[in-house]
Structures are given as structure tokens and as C-alpha cells.
């Protein structure tokens, strides 16, 4: 049976990490301890990218001239979600 494509860029991210996951479960538990904090540190690394992404895209719609409550309602989100992520507080 073939597998579908991921759609969403959450199943991307969770398909891509499923074989580091796979490999961490094969190694014993201080290698686990040593491994996870490299793949940690890695994922710390790429949340912030998609943060920084986050902050850009409210960043470049409030330049467009859209209003936070604008925002909000079209992601279906409060107001406040939506000026922490502008602040960086997401």
C-alpha cells in the first residue's frame, strides 16, 4: 500500500522526524540521553526558523495594511495569538 504524501507542513515535520525517533528507540539509554540532546538542540534550531517565518508573514500582511483582528479571524485565532506572534512571544 502505497503512502500518501504529507500535506500539511506539521505532517511534513513529523515525517521527517519519525526515523531519527525510530533510531533513538535502538540505542541504549545513554546514548539515548547523549543523541536526544543533539536532536533537542536541532529542533530548538528549526522551531525557531518557523517562528522567525511566523513573525515575517504578520510582519509582511500588517504592511499590506491588514489589522491584527484581521489576522485573527481568517486563522481563527484570538488577537492576542495573533500580536504575541508578531512580538515574538509565540
Same mark, same amino acid.
Given at each position: 500500500?502505497?503512502?500518501?504524501?504529507?500535506?500539511?507542513?506539521?505532517?511534513?515535520?513529523?515525517?521527517?522526524?519519525?526515523?531519527?525517533i525510530r533510531y533513538l528507540?535502538?540505542?541504549?539509554?545513554?546514548?539515548?540521553?547523549?543523541?536526544? +540532546?543533539e536532536a533537542l538542540s *536541532?529542533?530548538? *534550531?528549526?522551531?525557531?526558523?518557523?517562528?522567525?517565518? @511566523?513573525?515575517?508573514?504578520?510582519?509582511?500582511? @500588517?504592511?499590506?495594511?491588514? +489589522?491584527?483582528?484581521?489576522?485573527?479571524?481568517?486563522?481563527?485565532?484570538? @488577537?492576542?495569538?495573533?500580536?504575541?506572534?508578531? @512580538?515574538?512571544?509565540?
Amino acid at each position: 500500500m502505497p503512502t500518501s504524501e504529507p500535506q500539511t507542513t506539521t505532517e511534513r515535520l513529523v515525517r521527517a522526524v519519525q526515523p531519527a525517533i525510530r533510531y533513538l528507540d535502538r540505542l541504549d539509554p545513554l546514548a539515548q540521553l547523549a543523541e536526544g +540532546k543533539e536532536a533537542l538542540s *536541532a529542533l530548538l *534550531a528549526v522551531s525557531a526558523q518557523v517562528a522567525a517565518r @511566523r513573525r515575517a508573514a504578520v510582519r509582511e500582511l @500588517r504592511l499590506q495594511g491588514w +489589522k491584527l483582528q484581521e489576522i485573527a479571524n481568517e486563522l481563527g485565532v484570538s @488577537r492576542q495569538q495573533v500580536s504575541n506572534i508578531e @512580538r515574538g512571544k509565540d
